[in-house]
């Protein structure tokens, strides 16, 4: 059975750089796309974007923090870098696995809580 | 960025059926059959109901339906349970850039 899961420094301070990883099991990484979304206190989720292995993303371009993903083999991993993260960057980030053809996240995490906060 | 509109609430009795609407736009729903719905119990991840419009992954009960007409979907929940209380979220393709996009959510109360 497959699941992933997420870890990050929780605290962030702002102009800093948030990472997060996320550790998948069950399943190895190059099979599948893989997307990141994030949830405020109280708010909508929000695509962040998706990576596979070759190199494929989408970032979503409302964001206003820069963000890049990529893959850690060795470890079966995905990671979510933002950079200059900001108050408005403080949410709960989920790493899910993404369903390309037809745009749904089919597993998830159980997400990873990240306050940027100085 | 463009969003999907939900009700903040719905609510209804054990045994009874609730519909949820998603109102999107041609951006979206009313072009593509890229809807899915996910619940999410306070403080769980979100699960995956329906994807593709209609369609439920294994496991989850034919008791979740879904349904599109023009712009607006639909999730309908019949033969409501007390453990299907828990927040609502449509989300849609986007061809405005954002690829994918979010409803606001919808809190179910099963009274």
């Known amino acids: 059975q497959m699941q992933l899961h997420e870890s990050g420094p929780g605290l962030v301070k702002p102009s800093e750089t948030l990472s997060l990883a996320c550790t998948i099991s069950?399943?190895?990484?190059?099979?599948?796309?893989w997307g990141w979304i994030r949830q405020a206190p109280g708010k909508r989720l929000e695509y962040i974007g998706f990576?596979?292995?070759?190199?494929?993303?989408n970032y979503n371009p409302s964001l206003r923090t820069p963000v890049t993903m990529s893959v850690d083999t060795s470890k079966n991993q995905v990671s979510l870098e933002m950079k200059s993260v900001t108050a408005a960057d403080s949410a709960l980030y989920y790493c899910?696995?993404?369903?390309?053809?037809?745009?749904?996240?089919?597993?998830w995490g159980r997400g990873t809580l990240v306050t940027v906060s100085s | 960025q463009s969003a999907l509109t939900q009700p903040a609430s719905v609510s209804g009795s054990p045994g009874q059926s609730i519909t949820i609407s998603c109102s999107g736009s041609?951006?979206?729903?009313?072009?593509?059959?890229?809807v899915s719905w996910y619940q999410q119990h306070p403080d769980k991840a979100p699960k995956l109901l329906v994807y593709?419009?209609?369609h439920r992954p294994s496991g989850v009960p034919d008791r979740f339906s879904g349904s599109k007409s023009g712009s607006t979907a639909s999730l309908t929940i019949s033969g409501l349970q007390a453990e299907d209380e828990a927040d609502y979220y449509c989300?849609?393709?986007?061809?405005?850039?954002?690829?994918?996009?979010f409803g606001g959510g919808t809190t179910l109360t099963v009274l």
């Open positions: 899910a696995r993404f369903r390309r053809g037809d745009y749904y996240f089919d597993v």
């Open positions: 069950g399943a190895s990484v190059h099979e599948y796309y």
């Open positions: 990576f596979f292995l070759s190199g494929t993303t």
């Open positions: 041609s951006s979206d729903i009313g072009t593509y059959n890229f």
């Open positions: 593709e419009v209609s």
């Open positions: 989300s849609s393709f986007s061809n405005t850039g954002t690829l994918v996009i």
